[in-house]
């Protein structure tokens, strides 16, 4: 039950922080305005997910229920292991996260704060275990797979909400099927960021001569999951790239909207579904 609920909360917490960095990002490379008051949203559940997390951290711990907390508990780690330091780190970007999406055009300065925000969560997995040079290796990997996820899961988001408000007759339909081609470069920097920063995070979890140990683990049954549905987005990412956005730009443009619109459901849910796999490996022992 505890265990249920530390996945839960880092679920919850990567989902949030993800959008965070992913909207603003998007947004600003495609050149749009973006809602501000939905960035300042993210950013206080995320101070609120960080909360829930760190509960369900100190319960996990000491193996008792979520409620009532284990105040004590949570403040050793606060005041004892560098988790006190993530969090106000964490903290601290979230608050400027808000201040500057307040701003005038404040989304695209909300960006740093919020990449900020989204790197500390290699500090509460696997990489913040590493030590020494091995360590920082395995963090630096850390945080560029969890800056090319976000900004696929903000684009996703995006390009998902514009293709199920948009009308097959509406005029806008070639200027979305434009928007999904420029993100194509962009996409391919983030598939070939998962993919190296996601061999060195292997590596450094597993080692390559434990790699046969996986078949009999639960790890390795959920990390296959994850490269599987990995896979999966891979494929949905290269027909809308190849086949889906090119017909869109040409019409008519019914068809191929329907058929980007399941294409694009599939990939986000095949998103979520990965971070709700991560949200578990982080909590398993790679070799029980």
Excluded: C
């Amino acid at each position: 039950m505890m265990g249920d609920a530390l996945i839960a909360a880092r679920f919850v917490l990567m989902i949030d922080l993800a959008l965070l960095m992913g909207l603003p990002l998007f947004w600003w490379l495609m050149g749009m305005q973006g809602r501000r008051s939905l960035v300042i949203l993210l950013a206080i559940g995320g101070g609120l997910a960080s909360a829930f997390w760190l509960l369900a951290s100190a319960a996990a711990m000491t193996g008792t229920p979520l409620t009532p907390p284990d105040w004590a508990t949570a403040e050793i780690l606060l005041t004892m292991t560098p988790i006190g330091t993530i969090l106000a780190i964490r903290g601290v970007a979230l608050l400027l996260t808000i201040i500057l999406a307040a701003l005038p055009r404040g989304n695209q300065w909300a960006i740093l704060p919020a990449a900020i925000a989204a790197a500390t969560l290699a500090w509460t997995g696997h990489a913040g275990a590493t030590e020494e040079l091995a360590g920082a290796l395995h963090r630096a990997a850390d945080v560029a797979h969890i800056w090319a996820a976000s900004a696929w899961l903000g684009a996703l988001a995006v390009l998902l909400h514009a293709v199920f408000t948009l009308h097959a007759t509406s005029s806008n339909v070639h200027r979305v099927g434009r928007m999904l081609s420029q993100f194509a470069i962009i996409g391919t920097v983030i598939v070939a960021t998962v993919v190296l920063s996601g061999i060195v995070n292997g590596v450094m979890i597993v080692g390559i001569a434990n790699l046969p140990a996986l078949t009999g683990s639960t790890y390795g049954w959920l990390l296959a999951a994850k490269l599987a549905l990995f896979a999966f987005m891979l494929a949905l990412a290269a027909a809308n790239r190849w086949r889906h956005s090119p017909a869109l730009e040409q019409g008519p443009p019914a068809r191929p909207l329907a058929h980007l619109r399941l294409s694009l459901l599939l990939e986000t849910s095949a998103a979520i579904a990965i971070i709700a796999l991560v949200a578990a490996l982080g909590t398993l022992d790679p070799m029980a």
